[in-house]
Structure formats: structure tokens, C-alpha cells
């Protein structure tokens, strides 16, 4: 069966296709998989991080072609493509430098007894990846899986399959799948994956997390986020702060995971915050054909997710909200959306309940600092958040009391992630982490082996049934 790709700004055009892996096929394709890891695995660690910087490159020659695929079967403005299939490349070569250091055994020798502690590969990871961000969300995953040693079934969303397969097949001990639910479900829940690392809803997420549980298989979710950004009453913007805020909210049309998603403001600052983001936008906001490289926002990514965001709005302005336009979508038959700010709604509107994943954003007002915090932390989800205040110390003191995983300070979204500081959600925006070194220890096991030091040649030695003491 075909799986095929239409592009979202001319749904009359199939970009390209790929066959759906049906669900009795996954077994042979995770047993080749095993094969791939009992000989990758076997690899110096040298050769397989060798193999990430030549992926790496491979990535940034290719980079034009890449992108205007990716921006095709997404959406996605061309020129945001370039930056993640570069920032992807980047990645790789840091795992590829960091990987010996963190994956290293460790040995300690004293009076307690000698230890070694060994990183080892789990085996199959099964590594399944939204539409969003394709390439870079599945780098995520396999640049460390890889360095460790295990070996990767990967299974990319339908909803943009093309340009992440040619990135994959860059990267040695990696198979792609392809498939709907009861394609991911016979994988994840197959005996030879020892491992499932995903990012995407929270609907998708749960149904991963039931099956790979019943199963016993350890999971890494990287589920959706409604993140606040929390304007203290100090803030001092630039007009690049507020033309950073507004793709911070607006990059991808809305449809990023980590997107700010409720801007809280002071009361007694919201004219002026108002006006200075709505001159920032008109600057910055240029909705478009997604290969044109002036294009800043491209439509959303199915007709289904324009009616979705679309109800979202017109709820909103049906209890009372002001909509604000900030641009003006192309005619035509594309999956294009306004892009608007919405004000005036109520804490209990759905555009501010649940993650909207479009471009629609609400600005919220508030008059304490215990009052925004409360309506912040409100929420299910707690991927991402941010503070801005003109005082440094303050915004982290206010950082600390929010219920996110990732709180980023002046500033929000992919501006402000590092390589070097681990992301990830609590509450229903899933666990485990991705970047740092606790992204490359996500792939591996701890494995143990003790000498006592009473049992040493020296040793005292302890009775039977004795406990071991704090020594």
C-alpha cells in the first residue's frame, strides 16, 4: 500500500509517496534490525562516531535538495527547513564529540571494593517521529541510539515521510518503516524492541506508552506542551524581542510542541505590549508559498487541523474575545490561516484550555504575581514555559515556581535551546529527556560489577547474613 504525501499549500499536488510496512511485515523488519545491532554493536566505539560526522556531512551537502522537499510535503517556509536539517548536522557532530566521554565505563577501586560500571546498547530502539520537524526530531533519537550502539527502527510520521527517510538511510544500523497505528503498535510491542523513544501528541503518546508497557519496554515521550510565556511587570523589549516572541508563537504556523502558547501579561502594560507585538508581526509575519524563501509562515498541515483551529477561534470569539489580525493568508486552495492574536478570552476557552497548535495565540492579562503563576501552572501539560523580566535573578526565581520541564528566560522556542542543557516534559507532557548528556544516556543500560572489598584478597570478610554498611 502507498502512502501519499500531499502538499498543504496545494493539496492538488502529491509531493511523493511511500509503502506502508503492513503490521505482519514488522517482524522480519525488527529481526533484521537485531542482526544490524549484534554487528553494530560489536563496532569501536570510534567507527560509530565516525559514522555520525560522515552522516553529518552527507546532511549539509544535501541540504538544498532536503529542504525543498521538506518544505513541499510540511509546509514548512523553506528557509526554516535549511535551519533544521543544519541544526540536525550540528547535533550529530556533538554527539559524535561528547559520546566517548559520557558512554565511557566508569572504575573506582578503594576500600569499599572495586566497581565498573559499563554503558551498554539496549538493543532495537524503536523510534517513532511526529511531521513537525521531521529530520531534527529523528536525529534526536538516532545520532545517540547509534553511538551506543543499538540499532534503529525508525517510523516517521505520514504526514511528511519523504525528506526524513533520505536523512535516515544516511545513518548506518537504521531501517525505516512506515505505517498508521497498527503498524506502530506491532512495533512497539514486538519482543526484540527493547527500547521506544517518541515524540508527538498526547493522544499517540498514551496509546506508545499503554502498548510498549504491557510489553515492559522502557519508553522516552516527548509529548505536547500549552506553554505560558509569563511577561513580568519589569519586561523591557526591543522591537528583535518582540519580533523573537512573535515567531516564537508563529514559527510553523503554531504547530511546534514548545511554542509559546498563552502570553501572560501585566494589566497595566497590555496597550503597550499589544502594539509593540502587532508592529513586530507586521515586520515579521509574511504568510506564503513555503518555497519562497520570504515566506516567515506557511499553512497548517491538514484541512483537518485548519477546521480544528479555526473552531478554536470562532469559540473564542463567540464568548467574547477580540480577534487581531496579524497577517493575511493567500488565496487559494492551500490549508492557509490567518494568523491572530486573540484577546479579552476567558481562562475556560478552549484556545487557552488545550494546545491549539496553530496560529492563534491568546493574551492574557493579570495583576499579581501569585495570581499568574496559579493560572500558569493550570494545566495538564508542562513541557515548556518562559519568564521575561529586565532582572535576571528575578525571572529565575519566578522560573522555579512554574511546573514545566524546560523554562526558558527572555526568550522562548528555538531560540533558546542549547545542546549542553537536557529537554523534556513533566505531568501529561511525557518523561525522559533529549539533548545533553541525559539524551545520550537515554540509549544506554548501566551495568554493574562489584568486588566487595571484604572479599578481597586483605578482606575481613562478613558473615552470612550480614548487610553491607555505608563504608
Known amino acids: 500500500m502507498r502512502i501519499e504525501r500531499e502538499n498543504p499549500a496545494r493539496p492538488q499536488e502529491i509531493v511523493g509517496a511511500v509503502i506502508s510496512t503492513p503490521p505482519e511485515a514488522v517482524d522480519a523488519a525488527v529481526r533484521d534490525a537485531h542482526r544490524d545491532f549484534r554487528e553494530w554493536s560489536g563496532q569501536p566505539a570510534g567507527t560509530r562516531l565516525a559514522a555520525l560526522g ?3 556531512d552527507e546532511l549539509d551537502a ?7 522537499l521538506l518544505a513541499r510535503e510540511s509546509g514548512k517556509p523553506v528557509s526554516d527547513c535549511h535551519g533544521e536539517i543544519g541544526f540536525a548536522a550540528t547535533y550529530l557532530r556533538w554527539v559524535r564529540d561528547q559520546a566517548s566521554e559520557v558512554l565511557r565505563p566508569r572504575d573506582t577501586d578503594g576500600s ?13 530502539v524503536a523510534a517513532i517521529t511526529p511531521w513537525n520537524a521531521p529530520i531534527i526530531l529523528s536525529m534526536l533519537k538516532l545520532g545517540p541510539a547509534i553511538a551506543a550502539g543499538n540499532a534503529v527502527v525508525l517510523k516517521p510520521s505520514p504526514l511528511a515521510p519523504l525528506a526524513v527517510t533520505a536523512a535516515a538511510e544516511l545513518l548506518p544500523a537504521t531501517r525505516v518503516l512506515h505505517g498508521g497505528p497498527d503498524t506502530v503498535r506491532a512495533l512497539v510491542t514486538h519482543p526484540l524492541v527493547r527500547k521506544v523513544a517518541f515524540t508527538g501528541g498526547e493522544q499517540a503518546g498514551r496509546a506508545i506508552a499503554a502498548a510498549a508497557g504491557g510489553a515492559l519496554t522502557p519508553t522516552l515521550l516527548e509529548l505536547g506542551g500549552n506553554d505560558p510565556a509569563l511577561f513580568l511587570d519589569d519586561f523591557a523589549l526591543t522591537p528583535g524581542d518582540f519580533e523573537r516572541l512573535v515567531l516564537a508563537s508563529f514559527a510553523t504556523a503554531g504547530q511546534v510542541c514548545m511554542a509559546a502558547k498563552r502570553l501572560y501579561v501585566p494589566e497595566t502594560r497590555l496597550i503597550e505590549f499589544v502594539e509593540s507585538y502587532i508592529a513586530a508581526a507586521q515586520r515579521i509575519l509574511i504568510v506564503g508559498e513555503p518555497t519562497d524563501e520570504r515566506t516567515t509562515m506557511g499553512p497548517v498541515i491538514t484541512r483537518a487541523a485548519a477546521e480544528r483551529v479555526t473552531g478554536l477561534v470562532t469559540d473564542a470569539r463567540n464568548r467574547g474575545a477580540r480577534i487581531v489580525p496579524l497577517g493575511s493568508a493567500p488565496a487559494g486552495d492551500g490549508y492557509f490561516l490567518d494568523p491572530v492574536l486573540v484577546l479579552d478570552a476567558p481562562d475556560d476557552a478552549d484556545l487557552v484550555r488545550v494546545e491549539q497548535f496553530g496560529p492563534a495565540v491568546p493574551i492574557l492579562t493579570y495583576r499579581e504575581e501569585a495570581e499568574v503563576l496559579a493560572r500558569a501552572n493550570d494545566s495538564e501539560l508542562g513541557l515548556a514555559a518562559s519568564v521575561w523580566s529586565a532582572d535576571e535573578d528575578r525571572a529565575f ?3 522555579a515556581r512554574i511546573e514545566a520541564g524546560f523554562t526558558f528566560v527572555n526568550t522562548h522556542n528555538r531560540t533558546g535551546m542549547s545542546l549542553h542543557t537536557p529537554f523534556g516534559g513533566t505531568k501529561n507532557s ?15 543500560q548501566t551495568t554493574a560489577t562489584h568486588a566487595p572489598g571484604a572479599f578481597r584478597a586483605g578482606g575481613a570478610g562478613l558473615p552470612a547474613g550480614a548487610y553491607p554498611d555505608a563504608r
Open 54 to 56: 560522515r552522516a553529518a
Open 62 to 68: 544535501r541540504r538544498p535538495e532536503l529542504a525543498a
Open 112 to 124: 569499599h571494593g572495586r566497581i565498573t560500571l559499563a554503558r551498554r546498547p539496549f538493543g532495537v
Open 397 to 399: 526565581a519566578v522560573a
Open 430 to 444: 511525557g518523561f525522559g529527556r533529549e539533548y545533553a548528556e541525559e539524551g545520550l544516556l537515554e540509549y544506554v
